[in-house]
């Protein structure tokens, strides 16, 4: 299960996807989640996974990391599902009823709506991390924040510490991963039993794990020591970002495309 989770990973390439700015795509990601959660009807939903899908096809990122990466959030899908097929109630005749539970037609269709939403938040937002390398993506993450540094909030430091965070996950669930197989080979059972007993077979891997953690993180402190890092100010940088007119015309194109997701609001009737 944990070699399933793709957070946080880059997958290098030449395409489109890849060498657009990163600012755009960060924009862009946001865009796609708002208009996401607007979109109210099945048109705006199916549009907005066919966007998400050529996304996908144009940057040559494999469908099956989709799949991959939504195993771990499977019992959060099945559980807003749930909340949503029992808990939303509507006019017409009831499909289901025992005791306190009741489903109705629209429980039925804002489950599937929310499910789908939720898969598509996540595919989207892979998408932002497989394109874009952490290095870049932290450039682009102070640079949108700049403006903040009027307010003096420390812009670098926070768009570092966010990265290194997204950057550590895999890392992190590697060294989960090591941990686990070092106690089944030691006889722990980690799969059996009892929930309370799983939950103390937890601990034995915690622990290390949190050992591990502050030992990157010191080793990380020290190597930035040693490299004379001081924060953000008077930095320079090996590549600057830049503008250029294909990132103008991607833009363009993915607010259109967003735009006409985002009117299927205003012509087709919602759920």
Known sequence: MLSDITIGQHFPGDSVVHRCDPRLKIIVTIAYIVVLFMAANPLGIA???????????VAKIPYRLILKSLKPILPVILFTSILNL?????EGTPLFHWWI???????????????????????????????????????????????????????????????????FIPT??????KIMNAQKAR????????????IQALIPILIPLFISAFRRADELAMAMECRCYHGGEGRTRLKNLKFTKTDLLCGVVAALLLGCVLATRLLVPGL
């Open 47 to 57: 549009l907005s996974l066919g966007l998400l899908a050529l996304l996908y096809g």
């Open 86 to 90: 029992f808990f939303i109630t509507g």
């Open 101 to 167: 539970f009741t489903i109705y037609p629209a429980g039925v269709r804002y489950a599937v709506l929310m499910s789908v939403r939720v898969v598509a938040l996540i595919a989207g937002t892979s998408l932002l991390t497989y394109t874009t390398s952490p290095i870049v993506l932290t450039d682009a993450i102070e640079s949108l924040l700049r403006p903040f540094a009027k307010l003096h909030l420390p812009v670098h430091e926070l768009a570092m510490m966010m990265t290194i965070a997204l950057r």
């Open 172 to 177: 992190l669930i590697d060294e989960t991963q």
């Open 187 to 198: 006889g722990a059972k980690l799969d059996n039993g009892k929930f309370t007993e799983r």
